[in-house]
C-alpha cells in the first residue's frame, strides 16, 4: 500500500510540476522589435525601396514555425520581404557595387535567450555608405510583450 501511495505521489508530482512550467516566449516578437527600431530611424535609408530582406540564418531563437509568422508580419511595411542572405542577394543581383538600390537588408545575430531576454546585434544595410545598427541591444519580454531594455552601442556608416 505504501508503494502505491509513493508512486501516486510521484506522479501527482511530475503532473503539478508540467502543468505549472512555464513556456519561454515566441522570440519572433523580439525580432520584429528591432527591425521596428531600425526601420524607423535613419529612414532616407527606407526610400523608393521595393524589398525588406532579412537574413535569419544567425537568428538561434527562432522556430521554423514562429520564423513564417515573422516574415509575413514584416509584410505591414508595404514591401516583398526576402529571407535571404548577403551573398545570395549579391548572386541574384539584387546588391550591385555593395549598393541594395532596391531594398535593405535587416542582419540580426542573437545569443540564446535567458530568462525571457534575448542579447542581439542587429543592422539594417543599404549600401557600404548607408548602414545603421545596434552591437549589444537586450530585449525582453515583458507583461506580454517584447521592449527594447537597452539598446546597447549605436553605429552608423
Same mark, same amino acid.
Given at each position: 500500500?505504501?508503494?502505491?501511495?509513493?508512486?501516486?505521489?510521484?506522479?501527482?508530482?511530475?503532473?503539478?510540476?508540467?502543468?505549472?512550467?512555464?513556456?519561454?516566449?515566441?522570440?519572433?516578437?523580439?525580432?520584429?522589435?528591432?527591425? +521596428?527600431?531600425?526601420?524607423? &530611424?535613419?529612414?532616407?535609408? #527606407? /526610400?523608393?525601396?521595393?524589398?525588406?530582406?532579412?537574413? $535569419?540564418? @544567425? =537568428?538561434?531563437?527562432?522556430?521554423?514555425?514562429?520564423?513564417?509568422?515573422?516574415?509575413?508580419?514584416?509584410?505591414?511595411?508595404?514591401?516583398?520581404?526576402?529571407?535571404?542572405?548577403?551573398?545570395?542577394?549579391?548572386?541574384?543581383?539584387?546588391?550591385? +557595387?555593395?549598393?541594395?538600390? &532596391?531594398?535593405?537588408?535587416? #542582419? /540580426?545575430?542573437?545569443?540564446?535567450?535567458?530568462?525571457? $531576454?534575448? @542579447? =542581439?546585434?542587429?543592422?539594417?544595410?543599404?549600401?557600404?555608405?548607408?548602414?545603421?545598427?545596434?552591437?549589444?541591444?537586450?530585449?525582453?519580454?515583458?507583461?506580454?510583450?517584447?521592449?527594447?531594455?537597452?539598446?546597447?552601442?549605436?553605429?552608423?556608416?
Amino acid at each position: 500500500m505504501k508503494k502505491l501511495l509513493y508512486i501516486l505521489l510521484i506522479i501527482s508530482v511530475v503532473l503539478i510540476s508540467g502543468c505549472t512550467a512555464k513556456e519561454a516566449p515566441d522570440a519572433a516578437g523580439a525580432y520584429e522589435a528591432a527591425i +521596428d527600431k531600425l526601420y524607423n &530611424e535613419d529612414e532616407a535609408l #527606407n /526610400l523608393n525601396i521595393k524589398y525588406l530582406a532579412v537574413d $535569419t540564418t @544567425k =537568428m538561434k531563437n527562432l522556430t521554423e514555425e514562429s520564423k513564417k509568422t515573422f516574415l509575413k508580419n514584416l509584410e505591414k511595411y508595404g514591401l516583398t520581404v526576402l529571407d535571404t542572405t548577403s551573398a545570395e542577394l549579391e548572386k541574384n543581383g539584387y546588391i550591385k +557595387d555593395t549598393n541594395f538600390e &532596391e531594398g535593405i537588408l535587416f #542582419n /540580426l545575430e542573437d545569443e540564446q535567450m535567458k530568462n525571457n $531576454t534575448i @542579447k =542581439m546585434n542587429v543592422s539594417k544595410f543599404r549600401s557600404g555608405l548607408g548602414a545603421i545598427g545596434y552591437e549589444g541591444m537586450e530585449l525582453k519580454y515583458r507583461n506580454g510583450k517584447w521592449e527594447i531594455k537597452d539598446t546597447g552601442s549605436p553605429w552608423i556608416s
